[in-house]
Nanobody
Framework: QVQLVESGGGLVQPGGSLTLSCAAS????????MAWYRQAPGKERELIAGISSGGITNYADSVKGRFTISRINAKNTAYLQINNLEPEDTAVYYCKSRYLSRDYWGQGTQVTVSS
């Protein structure tokens, strides 16, 4: 019954910002590791940010300083705040949970950066 539902993607102008959300259910969110990935057409899926159950974060160099991952355990939700968007950020963004050594994926949400 594990489910990850992503939302918040859309069309954004260069320099703009948005926040992606990942609503989780069916497992103990509070002891899971959460991560965001992205995949552009023709490219491999890329790990861009992760956050431990205790709030320790890590980021890919390509997004460090512009992206912020967070979680609110009481809401069973993870977030990705994206600032100063660039056309190169255009991709499908995926939420992933690792719980008891098993990985679960959301359906993805499209982010398109264009003027």
């Amino acid at each position: 019954q594990v489910q990850l539902v992503e939302s918040g993607g859309g069309l954004v102008q260069p320099g703009g910002s948005l926040t992606l959300s990942c609503a989780a259910s069916g497992f103990n969110f509070g002891i899971s590791f959460m991560a965001w990935y992205r995949q552009a057409p023709g490219k491999e899926r890329e790990l861009i940010a992760g956050i431990s159950s205790g709030g320790i974060t890590n980021y890919a160099d390509s997004v460090k300083g512009r992206f912020t991952i967070s979680r609110i355990n009481a809401k069973n939700t993870a977030y990705l705040q994206i600032n100063n968007l660039e056309p190169e950020d255009t991709a499908v963004y995926y939420c992933k949970s690792r719980y008891l050594s098993r990985d679960y994926w959301g359906q993805g949400t499209q982010v398109t950066v264009s003027s």
